[in-house]
């Protein structure tokens, strides 16, 4: 069962999303105790790792989780930038881009500096259908759709912010509660079945946090939720070809010797999920992208017109499960090429998180995150469902 832990919630306003001017600012506003940690206040996930003890399966699972939503918070202080916009920014190559005191964009500055974005909000939502229903599909988009309207009230939000093209095409459809894959389908093949955007794939890795021992699931799970919004085999191989490996990394101890063997596995099974809906030209560049060979360059990260491609973000996601850097060094080169760098950071980040642990990530960017109290109790809850941690009274509903 696991080491023993509890802890309580409660409810209140925060801002989330909206203007920020920033984050040395933001730090000297009124904390709200409930979802924010005040300066000297003793970290929920720190204790819970003293409590349990060199417990090395949390400890990547608890990767996963902040990789993603830490890699997603860095991200955004570069999407949208081309890279040499970037250099212009920050021209000493050698010098890690600040967090959480990066310099403001006209897209960033819609968020507190240190917030994560949609990327991990619906990483949540995913999180919060399969602990609350199974992962029933039509409760993962009844909660997308209310997050698209309201976001997350207890933090402050108006709205879901920096949603996709194809998300809100598909989720605007009349019909999509009612069927949310077949209209999902609907746009897709009405769109001549050319879009394969990386919506689906910035979010998955919640599937492997939760059916990491339990790899049909896993499976059925990650097709199911990415379908939801993203029908084209290019999105289902990027999202099993992730989850495949985040399962196989929460799993084990994986040194540098059996990545590859990893990597190879996951990719043959994913074409063989696949099966004759995924063309071999599409499996040809599945391939390519997920080689062991791929530079950050080779992806082209800010190509023009093309910074959403599923592929770029799966890419994004095997160059940080190969890294031998730190996580700042891996995130930092990462997002320095720019393009969609939040959702590419957040895959980098959960899939780095995942093989090295909560142990190597950054304490301080990692404190840095607003609303990380808010987080840390959704994950432990989390865990305590899944029965990787004890409690003699669960009290942090999702």
Known sequence: MGCAFSESENNALHPHSGMASSYNHNRQRKINPDISYGPDETDLIESLLISCGNNTLIDRLLGCAYGQA???????STEFETYERIVENYPEKSKLIPFPDYKLTGHSCRWVQGDWTD???????ILETILESNADEKVFARKLKDWIRHGFPVLGDQGGMGLGANVSQVVSRPDYLDDPIETSRSVWEKG??????????????AVA?????????????TISMCKTTHCDPRCIASCLAVCLVVAELINKNVDGDSIESIVRKSQEETIRILGTD?????????????????TLNDLQLDEHG???YTYKCLGSGFYGLRSKLSFQQTLNDLIR????????????????GARYGYSKLPAEWLRAMPYKKWFDKKIISCLQQIKVIESKKISTPL
């Open 70 to 76: 830490l890699g997603d918070a860095y991200g955004l």
């Open 119 to 125: 990327d991990t909000d619906q990483w949540i939502l």
């Open 192 to 205: 001549n079945r050319k879009a394969a955007p990386n919506g689906a794939v910035m979010r998955c890795s």
């Open 209 to 221: 946090l939760v059916y990491y021992n339990d790899l049909e699931r896993l499976k059925s799970i």
């Open 278 to 294: 995924f063309p071999q030209d599409q499996i040809e560049a599945f391939l390519w992208h997920t080689n062991a060979s791929r």
């Open 306 to 308: 093309k910074i959403g």
């Open 337 to 352: 090429h720019g393009g969609d760098a939040d959702t590419n950071g957040a895959v980098c980040g959960t899939m780095y």
